[in-house]
């Protein structure tokens, strides 16, 4: 198969990120997409992740699209979008189905018909809602939990649960007219937590258990890994933009002047460090404490080994890692981008888009084990093995 262009569409709160990638030939030892160009603008029309001004969401796009475009010298038609925001969401449920064939051998087939009765379970209640990803989490035969994969194996009954994640329909509708307004067509949507976790995590994290939380500027999101499957993703309608907020009503200062302070580029022996460090930690904790709640609820709070890896542009606040660590008593540290790119994606707030064209060159490549319903039009997503080293 000869090369092709692949083109990763961030929309986030605070900016719109674009990754122009070549895809490898196939058959290349090199898995990796190289980049080609990338280009970013401030994001506007935009609130929790959700848009509400759709042309000025559209300028931003077109903005970012033409500097990758300058950059890559190549016109982009085709993108692969994410889906942020507080829209996005997570629900569980059960499927089961009697085994079609005499011999009672559990095939694809099966597989596909008990994934299908599980998202079927959950329609209902989703009503304003659209399905994004389809996890499978277990399966059954028999009564019987199945370690790694049900076919080949026999038996009358094949039971799964699963995770469904769900985004809401309108956001989701707004936000890909509003990319397809502006002549490029979106191949497929991703939720942004799940692109990222491409880039951001290994294997062995991944197997060992984990959550990754990016922070961003209006909203936290995490995903939770263990033995290699996403378990759990949610998004809370808090960031780093609240820990400005709080430095400009604690310093009785401009916006402009908090952020700086917040990011360590404007210290003086005007501004208290202890009080600083005071709301940095007041809010930091309300985030780690929101987190923590989530993981007890899943019942995996002090039990992932890889612990919490931080991301997004919030983890650049001082003390972060130490915070993370006393909050949710667990490893911790902050997400580093290997710079392999010639310098291109030059920090972790790419990794979404970086994320997207990784996800972009494996489509059909039997070894990405990941397969997204075209358009999120509902069917089966298989993450039985990741490509990552």
Request: net charge neutral.
């Amino acid at each position: 198969m000869a090369d092709r262009i692949v083109t990763g569409i961030d929309v986030g709160t605070y900016q719109v990120k674009v990754v122009v990638a070549l895809r490898p030939k196939k058959g290349s030892s090199r898995v990796l997409p190289k980049i080609l160009g990338t280009g970013y603008s401030e994001s506007r029309g935009l609130r929790n992740g959700y848009i509400i001004n759709e042309a000025d969401v559209a300028r931003s796009v077109q903005n970012a699209v033409a500097q990758a475009e300058k950059e890559a010298g190549v016109r982009v038609k085709h993108a692969y979008l994410s889906m942020g925001g507080i829209g996005l969401d997570e629900i569980r449920s059960h499927g089961e189905v009697i085994t079609s064939r005499a011999d009672s051998e559990i095939t694809q087939t099966d597989v596909e018909k008990v994934m299908q009765d599980s998202e079927e379970r959950v329609m209902e209640n989703i009503p304003n809602s659209r399905i994004l990803h389809a996890i499978p989490l277990s399966f059954t035969v028999d009564g019987t939990k199945v370690l790694g994969r049900p076919h080949g194996m026999k038996g009358t009954k094949l039971e799964a649960e699963s995770l469904f994640v769900i985004s809401q329909e309108q956001h989701l509708n707004d936000l890909v007219s509003t990319v397809e307004g502006i002549g490029i067509v979106v191949d497929d949507v991703m939720a942004s937590p799940l692109a990222g976790s491409l880039v951001m995590l290994t294997k062995a994290q991944k197997r060992a258990g984990c959550v990754l939380a990016n922070i961003g500027a209006e909203t936290v999101s995490i995903v939770v890994f263990e033995n290699n499957i996403p378990i759990s993703l949610k998004v809370f309608p808090i960031g780093s933009s609240d820990i400005t907020n709080d430095i400009a009503l604690g310093f009785k200062i401009p916006l402009e002047e908090a952020e700086k302070i917040k990011q360590g580029a404007m210290l003086s022996a005007s501004y208290s460090k202890r009080k600083l460090d005071e709301i940095i930690a007041a809010r930091m904790n309300d985030i780690f404490e929101l987190i923590d709640a989530h993981l007890k609820n899943i019942k995996r709070d002090g039990l992932l080994p890889a612990g919490i890896i931080i991301t997004g542009g919030g983890s650049g606040v001082a003390t972060i890692q130490d915070l993370a660590r006393a909050a949710l008593r667990l490893p911790s540290k902050i997400a580093t981008l290997d710079p392999k790119q010639n310098g291109k994606v030059k920090d972790a707030s790419w990794a979404v888009a970086y994320g997207l064209c990784m996800w972009g060159i494996s489509e059909d490549e039997d070894e990405s084990g990941v397969s997204v319903a075209r358009k999120t039009g509902g069917t089966l997503l298989r993450w039985l093995k990741q490509f990552l080293p």
